[in-house]
């Protein structure tokens, strides 16, 4: 797993999701599978379903428009099935790409968002700077990541 599939991983978990993640779906016949679905995340709280298809490649946005229309098909046709075969089928699933930038006035992928690491970086800081300086709100040693994030953004005893 990349280090950005873990950092939207434990991301998504720290907000109270259900999470999979590099999780094979669509058994062939003459064996494998079909797709490899990098993050999918339920929140049983707001019934919020995401997939994020996280990529530093440099391929064209031609190539990336055919591998992620696959990747999303297959997704939007196997999560009901396979992965969390207990949701019901009409239920709402964002999907999102993220890649290295977010060109200007290019906002889908295959149907599904776009977003720059940079963006949801973002995201994630704005998140974390909220919990505050960590000796008051420290976010649990289960997610190393957004620690070392509060401790760069918050602070320990006082805001840097």
Same mark, same amino acid.
Request: charged fraction near 25%; charge should be neutral.
């Given at each position: 797993?990349? #280090?950005?599939?873990?950092? $939207?991983?434990?991301?998504?978990?720290?907000?109270?999701?259900?999470?999979?993640?590099?999780?094979?779906?669509?058994?062939?016949?003459?064996?494998?599978?079909?797709?490899?679905?990098?993050?999918?995340?339920?929140?049983? #709280?707001?019934?919020?379903?995401? #997939?994020?298809?996280?990529?530093?490649?440099?391929? &064209?946005?031609? &190539?990336?428009?055919?591998?992620?229309?696959?990747?999303?098909?297959?997704?939007?046709?196997?999560?009901?099935?396979?992965?969390?075969?207990?949701?019901?089928?009409? &239920?709402?699933?964002?999907?999102?790409?993220?890649?290295?930038?977010?060109?200007?006035?290019?906002?889908?992928?295959?149907?599904?968002? $776009?977003?720059?690491?940079?963006?949801?970086?973002?995201?994630?800081?704005?998140?974390?700077?909220?919990?505050?300086?960590?000796? /008051?709100?420290?976010?649990?040693?289960?997610?190393?990541?957004?620690?070392?994030?509060?401790?760069? #953004?918050?602070?320990?005893? /006082?805001?840097?």
């Amino acid at each position: 797993m990349s #280090h950005l599939e873990s950092l $939207i991983v434990e991301y998504l978990d720290w907000q109270g999701y259900l999470v999979r993640r590099n999780t094979k779906v669509g058994r062939l016949k003459h064996g494998g599978w079909e797709m490899e679905l990098d993050v999918i995340g339920y929140n049983p #709280h707001t019934s919020d379903l995401v #997939h994020y298809e996280p990529s530093v490649d440099a391929h &064209t946005w031609d &190539t990336r428009e055919t591998r992620y229309a696959k990747k999303f098909e297959a997704a939007r046709k196997l999560i009901f099935a396979e992965v969390f075969s207990w949701l019901p089928p009409e &239920t709402q699933l964002r999907q999102i790409a993220v890649f290295p930038s977010h060109p200007k006035g290019r906002d889908t992928i295959a149907g599904g968002q $776009i977003m720059s690491i940079d963006e949801f970086v973002a995201e994630v800081r704005s998140k974390i700077v909220e919990c505050g300086i960590a000796c /008051r709100s420290a976010i649990s040693e289960n997610y190393p990541l957004l620690r070392v994030l509060q401790l760069s #953004h918050c602070g320990y005893n /006082r805001v840097l």
